[in-house]
């Protein structure tokens, strides 16, 4: 009987963590909502943002913004990495590593040297064991609700560089959020900002700037860009909480698979058991 | 007559709707914005929005600076979340430099977790102390 005892045991125990990853996977479905409205809430801030510079760009044309003007040469650059800070979420972050990866190798290759910035403890915990790139900032333990707050300081380090043309190009690693079941990690470049060509110029109006245009145009682009990652963050909340479900959800089923297996085994122990002390009543009895 | 006014920040959008006047506190002294007003694009210093709606009680809404953008029938307050400064932001900037050294120059994990832990559990026993001192 001590075999069946043992996957008794082992049933109870799976039963145990089926329950845990199916809470997770509920409180991962309701947390994933509220990111995702938290994702459109970022949209209307960064569409006229973006409508505005635009304008700007094109209105005050004798005034380049270094954020707006291709360096000739690119020695170093940039690259702002949004992760996760939990893990149990598929391979959400793995994706996003070796995508990012990829782009860096590519730069590699070129002579071009890596700064980043890595947001989230578990892209820490990557590229900290990676050489040829280093680290300048780092921000972790934002929790499900990201403030623009908390990652001014990331981005300053950054745009600082940039000014400073100690970076030459700004790129961003993300994950992109498809749909509730697909997450696509993607590297996009932030700096310089593609000077869009603007046919609107027919109709020729400027606005008034105060104080002037330029440091209206500079407060703008840090916005702007603020902006960027933070919708790249809080979408990557949306992303981490999509793909835990669902990794949640295939662990469930696994656990009810396992936990059938199980359960057909400890029926056939229970019968051999019953079947082994039949027979030896009925051999001890023939034996009388 | 009356002008449409967004105020959105980078997190939410605030208010949406038609207005007869917006006062915001602009960098260069607080301006009113009627409709048919001139573009214009200031920055904002932290301060309250004052909006008029006809038979409505005036509202008042905080922002922490940002840039007003006026348009002839549009109005947009893009808000900042935080109080901003070029020495604030210094800081910050400062502090995320350093996480990335502290966490470069960590060792083991979960050793590090251990002693995290230990030197919490230490300062919140001073901290209580502290506490005690004072009330007593």
Known sequence: MSGAKQIRTQIASIKNTQKITKAMEMVAASKMRKA?????????????????????????SEYKHPFMVARPEVKRVGMIIVTSDRGLCGGLNANLFKAALKKISALQE????????????????????????????????????????DLIGSIKVMLDNYTAGTIDELYLAENEFVNSMTQAASV?????????????????????????????LDALLVRYIESMVYSAVVENVACEMSARMIAMKSASDN?????????????????????????EIVGGAAAV | MTIQLE???????IFSGAVNAVIAPAIMGDVGIYPKHTPLVTQLKPGEVKIEIDGEEDQYIFVSGGLLE?????????????????????????????KAKEALSEKAGEIDSARALAELAEATARLRLIEKMRKA
């Open chain 1, 36 to 60: 995702k409205e938290r994702m459109s809430a970022t949209r209307p801030y960064a569409s006229k943002i973006k409508s505005v510079i635009n304008h700007l760009a094109s209105a005050s």
């Open chain 1, 110 to 149: 070129q002579n071009i040297e890596i700064d980043l910035s890595v947001i989230g403890s578990k892209g820490m915990a990557f590229f900290r064991r990676i050489s040829g790139v280093n680290v300048v900032s780092h921000v972790s333990h934002l929790g499900d609700t990201v403030h623009v707050a």
């Open chain 1, 188 to 216: 996009t470049p932030v700096l310089p900002l593609p000077a869009e060509a603007s046919e609107e110029r027919a109709h020729h109006w400027d606005y008034i700037y105060e104080p002037t245009a330029e440091e209206v």
């Open chain 1, 255 to 279: 656990a009810g698979g396992l936990i059938d297996d199980l359960q057909l085994a400890y029926n056939k122990a229970r019968q051999a058991s019953i079947t082994q002390e039949l027979s």
């Open chain 2, 7 to 13: 105020i959105v920040s980078a997190e939410s959008e």
């Open chain 2, 70 to 98: 006026v348009q002839p029938d549009v109005v947009t307050v893009l808000s900042d979340t935080a109080i901003r400064a070029e020495d604030l932001d210094e800081n910050l900037a400062l502090e995320a430099q350093s």
